[in-house]
Every structure is written in structure tokens, then in C-alpha cells.
T-cell receptor, first 115, second 112 residues
Framework: DSGVTQTPKHLITATGQRVTLRCSPR?????VYWYQQSLDQGLQFLIQ???????AKGNILERFSAQQFPDLHSELNLSSLELGDSALYFC??????????????FGPGTRLLVL | QKEVEQDPGPLSVPEGAIVSLNCTYS??????FMWYRQYSRKGPELLMY????GNKEDGRFTAQVDKSSKYISLFIRDSQPSDSATYLC????????????FGDGTTLTVKP
């Protein structure tokens, strides 16, 4: 158990809908990262927040947004969902800003299915 | 073409075998190289990281980076059934490991 929690574990929704995925980092970790893992795209970095501020951005679509709250939990909002958004969404956390030598601890993921 | 290509596998070996997992990349700006292990239905976990070219050893695992050939490898000695997982290589330009580019993964099965 990495100490990172994600809810919900599974989500089934329809095209055009909006969903919110939630992540609680390990106690004391200031950085939260969001990743998407799909069969055709592999694991892709979406966005990182550090202590409430956006720190780095990856291949995140405009339909997706995220935020980190004062208690350091984070939410990933996915809107106008398309079939291709079906994937595993992972959250990870690390102690500080995310240097390469800093270990990221991954949560168990949220499996999203868009029908 | 993807920036990071990983031997697709799957790979099946007997217990005790030496395993070699490999990735090639096209972006010469990559400086930081990582290997993750992902068990079924779990998130990835960082196994090893290296900076620039060279070797790094940690127990049964050795990571090798050859920047001149744009090629990285992970060797597992004395493989165990508990090593059965998907292995992902990842690399980044800057020091922020979060902003990494990942390979698609190689699934390894070690048979007792």
C-alpha cells in the first residue's frame, strides 16, 4: 500500500458527461501528479501540482482540468467525455517538487469507462 | 514514431534466469532515466533511476544507460516469480521526474 488513495475505483459514464476523480496524497507529501494509462497511448503524464500551485503540465487536454486544495488533496475533472478517454487514471505523490531522484508513490488508480 | 520505444514482450522465463529489458529513445535531450515496475491492477512503483550514461546496481537489478546509442536496459539477475510484472522505462529532459515520457511496458512472467 503506497499511502496514496484514489476514489472512485471504477467509474462508468456516457459520452458528453463530466466526472471528477479524487486523490489524497501520502501524509506530508506536497506534490500530486496525474497520469493517464491507456492501451494505445501507454502511461502519460498529465499535470503536477505542488503545494496548491500548478508545477508542470504534460499532455493534458483542454477538456481536462485539475486543482490541489489547501489540505493537499487533488481533483481531476474530465468534461465532454469521449470514448477515447476510457483509461486508467493514476495519481501519484512525492514529498517535494518532483526531482528525478525523488520517489513518486502511485495510487491504485481509477478505471474510467466511457460508453 | 514514439519518442520512447520499449521491447513489447511479453517475456516468459524460468526462475533463476537473467532477464534483459530494453528501451530505445530518439530525444537526445533526455538525461534522466527511470525504471518502474507495475503489478497487475496496481500503480507503477519506481525501481531505479540513473542520470546520464553508466550503470547502476541495486541488489538483483542493474540499470544501464548508453546515451551514445540512445539505449537503456534493465537487467534482473536470479529472477523470481515475484518479479512477474510489467516493467516501464521512463525518461525526462529536466529534473522533474513527473514530467517523464514512458515506454509502453514489457510484461514479464517468471515461471517457478
Amino acid at each position: 500500500d503506497s499511502g496514496v488513495t484514489q476514489t472512485p475505483k471504477h467509474l462508468i459514464t456516457a459520452t458528453g458527461q463530466r466526472v471528477t476523480l479524487r486523490c489524497s496524497p501520502r501524509s506530508g507529501d506536497l506534490s500530486v501528479y496525474w497520469y493517464q494509462q491507456s492501451l494505445d497511448q501507454g502511461l502519460q503524464f498529465l499535470i503536477q501540482y505542488y503545494n496548491g500551485e500548478e508545477r508542470a503540465k504534460g499532455n493534458i487536454l483542454e477538456r481536462f482540468s485539475a486543482q490541489q486544495f489547501p489540505d493537499l488533496h487533488s481533483e481531476l475533472n474530465l468534461s465532454s467525455l469521449e470514448l477515447g478517454d476510457s483509461a486508467l487514471y493514476f495519481c501519484a505523490s512525492s514529498t517535494m517538487g518532483g526531482g528525478y531522484q525523488e520517489t513518486q508513490y502511485f495510487g491504485p488508480g481509477t478505471r474510467l469507462l466511457v460508453l | 514514431q514514439k519518442e520512447v520505444e520499449q521491447d513489447p514482450g511479453p517475456l516468459s522465463v524460468p526462475e533463476g534466469a537473467i532477464v534483459s529489458l530494453n528501451c530505445t529513445y530518439s530525444n537526445s535531450a533526455f538525461q534522466y532515466f527511470m525504471w518502474y515496475r507495475q503489478y497487475s491492477r496496481k500503480g507503477p512503483e519506481l525501481l531505479m533511476y540513473t542520470y546520464s550514461s553508466g550503470n547502476k546496481e541495486d541488489g538483483r537489478f542493474t540499470a544501464q544507460v548508453d546515451k551514445s546509442s540512445k539505449y537503456i536496459s534493465l537487467f534482473i539477475r536470479d529472477s523470481q516469480p515475484s518479479d512477474s510484472a510489467t516493467y516501464l522505462c521512463a525518461m525526462s529532459v529536466g529534473t522533474n521526474a513527473g514530467k517523464s515520457t514512458f515506454g509502453d511496458g514489457t510484461t514479464l512472467t517468471v515461471k517457478p
